[in-house]
């Protein structure tokens, strides 16, 4: 796939305590890596999974809205990549939950493509879910 018109998009979810007040992290970027659009929020009380699973969610939700056709996803996630890519199997019913639901949306693409990057390759999601984390209500 050309990464002429391609949009990146990093996502992360945190959790402080597991389960505990967790957010989101999600920058969309383009292939010169310019961030044009990022979402940083809480999502209330939750596991780093399902931290981990609504980033990715919001971020596949927020490209339908933008109409991007060519994303490619960067997750620090190593489960949540295999479990979408189907190499592992998604036990946890919570979990099981978003991958159906990030599973319908990947048809919205003309191309769609996720990928486990280290976390050091994904400081700007990080800190995105941090900030939200540290906001005060």
């Known amino acids: 796939m050309s990464t002429k018109d391609t949009t990146f998009i990093y996502c992360d979810g945190s959790s402080r305590g597991n389960p505990g007040p967790a957010a989101i992290g999600v920058s969309f970027q383009n292939n010169d890596g310019v961030e044009f659009f990022f979402l940083s ?46 190499e592992y199997k998604v036990k946890n019913k919570d979990l099981l939950v978003f991958k159906n639901k990030c599973d319908s949306l990947k048809s919205s693409f003309q191309n769609f493509e996720i990928q486990y ?21």
């Open 117 to 137: 990057i280290p976390r050091e390759q994904n400081s700007r999601a990080d800190q995105l879910a941090n900030l939200a984390q540290d906001k005060k209500d």
């Open 41 to 86: 929020e809480k999502i209330g009380n939750a596991t780093n999974n399902v931290a981990e699973w609504q980033a990715l969610h919001r971020g596949m939700e927020e490209a339908i809205n933008q109409n991007l056709q060519k994303i490619r996803f960067r997750l620090d996630s190593e489960l949540v990549v295999k479990q979408m890519k189907g």
